[in-house]
């Protein structure tokens, strides 16, 4: 993955990977669930125009990733985005592997 932060800025140097913000719910943004190998994730708009995926059928709750900027996105893009994701997680734990 690449690092991209909308209008091009440095970012936020105390982001944690795998945690994120809690989003107010009921503010009209769509989400759908998506299955890909054998594991469930919800898929939504994020805040700042990108996308968050939260591994819903994963061992650790609201666990999960974020992608910034991502236009209009097919499904394909979602899963690919996602078995990347599933690529980098140490199976013992749960998490993003240690480097």
Known sequence: MKEVYPG???GDPMAVPGVRPE??????????ALQVE???????????????????????????????????MALDEHRENIRGFLAEIDPLTGFLKED
Do not use: A, M
Not at 23 to 32: L, N, P, Q
Not at 41 to 48: A, I, S
């Open 8 to 10: 091009g800025g440095p």
């Open 23 to 32: 989003i107010e719910r009921g503010t009209g943004v769509t989400s759908f």
């Open 38 to 72: 054998g594991e469930v994730f919800e898929v939504r708009p994020g805040q700042h125009g990108g996308t968050d995926y939260s591994w819903l059928s994963g061992p650790n709750p609201g666990y999960g990733f974020s992608l910034s900027p991502t236009p209009q």
